[in-house]
């Protein structure tokens, strides 16, 4: 199973990242709590996965992280402890 990658991500990903964080106005607190959890170098499935903080929810695939959404919006792929 891949781990997340947290450095050279292509940068038109970096940046659609960045643009959700400010357009969804995903507080700081839940920044570091992603930051905590990646500190684990967590297993994530090959394909399409998510993870749910109490603020937001990650999603990706494979070892990238594609997109941040509010509670109440629907992730798709497996979901990760």
Not at 39 to 49: A, K, L, S
Request: charged share 25%; with cysteine.
């Amino acid at each position: 199973m891949p781990k997340v990658r947290r450095q050279n991500l292509p940068p038109a990903l970096f940046q659609h990242l960045l643009e959700r964080i400010q357009g969804r106005k995903i507080p700081a607190t839940q920044i570091e709590w992603l930051a905590t959890w990646l500190d684990t170098e967590p297993d994530v499935p090959e394909g399409e996965w998510y993870k749910r903080f109490s603020g937001m929810t990650v999603c990706g695939e494979g070892e990238l992280i594609e997109t941040f959404l509010l509670p109440g919006q629907a992730a798709k792929g497996k979901r990760v402890p």
